[in-house]
């Protein structure tokens, strides 16, 4: 329905305009986080947006360089080293955790929507968002059903690995193995089941001296040939 009838040039400046009120939020859970800097470039766009981007139907500050930020009371725990805990799904608001869920009353207040007097039109503006944001998640949702065998587990690992790095502003995770690490153990192990052929390229790999003979030069070219691939294989000492 909605996603249908609305031009999708609507749905953007719908999505602008209360991404513009939702910085504010970002900007004090950027401070709270010990991120000044992020939080002045959030309070930096909500000006850009709200005046030069009539009320933030025109995200301006994006053109101008300003990132929009991602960050909320929920993260802000993590941060202080809050853990998840339990997954939960919400009624219309979709995956969200323990530690999460409650966060949200944290962050409404900071939303101007939250102030403003006249019931019918905060709550129809809300209603509004609800919608938009959901329209928005629909490729996503199409591309879950298409592929994942267990829509539950994938969504549930989808979101808490997402949320963990959100946390981390993107940086890895240190209790997991890096690529280098696993690289080293691979390459230091060879196993003896192996077949000489492919343990051979595993030492080669390993190893900074030559594991071949160069044959002697006198011998004819196909005993050469046949010199260098008993090398290859491993099979001259």
Same mark, same amino acid.
């Given at each position: ?69 991602? =960050? !909320? $009371? ?9 853990? /998840?805990? +339990?997954?939960?799904?919400?009624? %219309? &608001? ?85 690529? =280098? !690490? $696993? ?9 003896? /089941?192996? +077949?000489?052929?492919?343990?051979? %390229? &595993? ?35």
């Amino acid at each position: 329905g909605y996603d249908k009838v609305t031009p999708p040039e609507i749905k953007t400046v719908i999505g602008n305009f209360f991404s513009n009120l939702d910085d504010i939020s970002v900007a004090v859970n950027n401070l709270l986080q010990g991120k000044p800097k992020a939080a002045g470039s959030d309070i930096t766009r909500f000006a850009l947006n709200t005046t030069i981007g009539i009320v933030g139907l025109a995200d301006v500050a994006t053109e101008l360089g300003f990132q929009k930020n991602d =960050e !909320d $009371f929920g993260q802000t725990l993590g941060v202080w080293g809050v853990g /998840s805990g +339990p997954y939960l799904v919400l009624p %219309l &608001l979709g995956p969200s955790s323990l530690r999460d869920a409650p966060s949200r009353f944290v962050d409404a207040p900071l939303d101007p929507l939250f102030h403003y007097d006249n019931v019918r039109v905060r709550n129809s503006l809300l209603v509004v968002n609800l919608v938009n944001t959901r329209a928005r998640l629909l490729p996503a949702t199409d591309l879950v059903e298409r592929v994942a065998l267990d829509q539950y587990a994938f969504v549930r690992d989808a979101y808490l690995k997402r949320r963990a790095s959100l946390v981390r502003d993107g940086a890895p995770d240190p209790d997991e193995p890096s690529y =280098e !690490d $696993f690289e080293e153990e691979t390459r230091s192990e060879i196993p003896l /089941s192996f +077949p000489p052929f492919k343990a051979a %390229l &595993l030492q080669l790999e390993s190893t900074s001296t030559p594991l071949y003979v160069v044959p002697d030069a006198n011998l004819p070219v196909d005993l050469q040939q046949s010199e260098r691939a008993k090398s290859g294989l491993g099979l001259l000492n």
